[in-house]
Structures are given as structure tokens and as C-alpha cells.
């Protein structure tokens, strides 16, 4: 079974930048589809990018397109989250995951959906402050 630990977040200013890691043991994180998510307190956990087993597709929630990039580094068995112009409403726990249906291309999975993936991490924080 993979673990997943989080990495790399922390307080930055408005429009600042962050990379954040997401580091695989016990299995390798080179075979799995991987997405990021975040939440806030009281809110659902969000969608935020997600890259395929493979890295040759990577998808966005509207909101980060164009400011952040999801990438893997199978080499260093690693996905990161490069997230450049920070906006105060970027401030949550950011947390990695890994997704068993979408590594194998199950019907019906979702890249945006957090119930189909399987394996999460347990989050780093991530603030912007205005």
C-alpha cells in the first residue's frame, strides 16, 4: 500500500509562489494517477489538478488554470504542485491523492471527483496573506 506525505506549504504573500511535493513510500507513485485537492473549514474538499499515470495528461479546476502546474517526477517518485501567483481565496490544506479507478481507467471515474481516489495524505498547509 502507498503512503503519501505532503510537503512544501507554508505562509507567502499575495501573488507569491509555492511548490508543493507529494512523496510516495511503500509503493511507487509512478504507476497511480494523482490529483491535488484542498479545503478549507467548514467546505468540501476542492479539486484542484491532476495528472495521469502516465504524465502525458493534466487537468485543472478553473479557478488555478494557467497560475499552477501539476507534474511527476517518477525518478524521485514525487508529484508536485507548482502554484505561482497566489491569491489569499488559495489559502487551505492541500493534500495528495492517488486513484486506483483512474490508474486503471475505470469507467465512470472522475479526475475531479475525491470519492474515487483511494489513497490520500494528510495535508499541508498552504496561507496567502493580502
Known amino acids: 500500500q502507498v503512503q503519501l506525505v505532503e510537503s512544501g506549504g507554508g505562509w507567502v504573500q499575495d501573488g507569491g509562489s509555492l511548490r508543493l511535493a507529494c512523496a510516495a513510500s511503500?509503493?511507487?507513485?509512478?504507476?497511480?494517477?494523482t490529483g491535488w485537492f484542498r479545503q478549507t473549514p467548514g467546505k468540501e474538499r476542492e479539486y484542484v489538478a491532476y495528472?495521469?499515470?502516465?504524465?502525458?495528461?493534466?487537468t485543472y479546476t478553473d479557478s488555478v488554470k494557467g497560475r499552477f502546474t501539476i507534474s511527476r517526477d517518477s525518478a524521485k517518485n514525487t508529484v508536485y504542485l507548482q502554484m505561482n501567483s497566489l491569491k489569499p481565496e488559495d489559502t487551505a490544506v492541500y493534500y495528495c491523492?492517488?486513484?486506483?479507478?483512474?490508474?486503471?481507467?475505470?469507467?465512470?471515474?472522475?479526475?475531479?471527483?475525491?470519492?474515487?481516489?483511494?489513497?490520500w495524505g494528510r495535508g499541508t498547509q498552504v496561507t496567502v496573506s493580502s
Open positions: 491523492a492517488t486513484s486506483d479507478k483512474l490508474s486503471y481507467g475505470w469507467a465512470g471515474a472522475s479526475d475531479a471527483n475525491a470519492l474515487d481516489y483511494n489513497v
Open positions: 511503500g509503493r511507487t507513485i509512478g504507476s497511480k494517477a
Open positions: 495528472i495521469s499515470r502516465t504524465g502525458d495528461r493534466t
